[in-house]
T-cell receptor
């Protein structure tokens, strides 16, 4: 079964600083990968997804992620953090190996943005 | 507005009560899911329905009983819950057939069992 690991349960950056949230996957077949954001007391909202087209994927709110097969990574970045980016971020994978449709989520990274 | 609506948003229930959570999607999707989100734990997939048929039950206790009367509606019936069942319950839907489609989530029901 495929899985994702998010390194760092909490990340704190200053407003205007680079945001880097890490996600590594384990997979025996090319994965489909997703990043979601969750604001307090809300559901999850899709930021971006990788579906084997371009390895650099641009999403909403200025976020992007790069698929690196050699590193089995799909890290999320944003050049300049805003206060409104404070939220929890989840990396997810769909299991092409089994055809299981439901996404498997990482444990999440809470992003704090300091003024 | 994500196209997936969950009601109620908040629910407080006693351990002997029976209640139901409702999820409705207006996206024309044919797969629906229940997830449980507890503090300090990863999202846990509970149930999966495809075309109204349950295709996955991840060892969920029988005090949680799902129902999917059609592709647009999903319920989670609750009875004799425990305090540790307090969590945010998220419903999601997706377009079946391919694995590269994302899931759309509702805003969740915050459940507190007292």
């Amino acid at each position: 079964a495929q899985s994702v690991t998010q390194l760092g349960s909490h990340v704190s950056v200053s407003e205007g600083a680079l945001v880097l949230l890490r996600c590594n996957y384990s997979s025996s077949v090319p994965p489909y990968l997703f990043w979601y954001v969750q604001y307090p007391n809300q559901g999850l909202q899709l930021l971006l997804k990788y579906t084997s087209a371009a390895t650099l994927v641009k999403g909403i709110n200025g976020f992007e992620a790069e698929f690196k097969k050699s590193e089995t990574s799909f890290h999320l970045t944003k050049p300049s953090a805003h206060m409104r980016d404070a939220a929890e971020y989840f990396c997810a994978v769909s299991d092409q190996g089994t055809g299981r449709r439901a996404l498997t989520f990482g444990s999440g990274t809470r992003l704090q943005v300091q003024p | 507005e994500t196209g997936v609506t969950q009601t109620p948003r908040h629910l407080v229930m006693g351990m002997t009560n029976k209640k139901s959570l409702k999820c409705e999607q207006h996206l024309g999707h044919n797969a629906m899911y229940w997830y449980k989100q507890s503090a300090k734990k990863p999202l846990e997939l509970m149930f999966v329905y495809n075309f109204k048929e349950q295709t996955e039950n991840n060892s969920v206790p029988s005090r949680f009983s799902p129902e999917c009367p059609n592709s647009s509606h999903l319920f989670l019936h609750l009875h004799t819950l425990q305090p540790e069942d307090s969590a945010l319950y998220l419903c999601a839907s997706s377009q079946g057939g391919t694995l590269n489609t994302e899931a759309f989530f509702g805003q969740g029901t915050r459940l507190t069992v007292v």
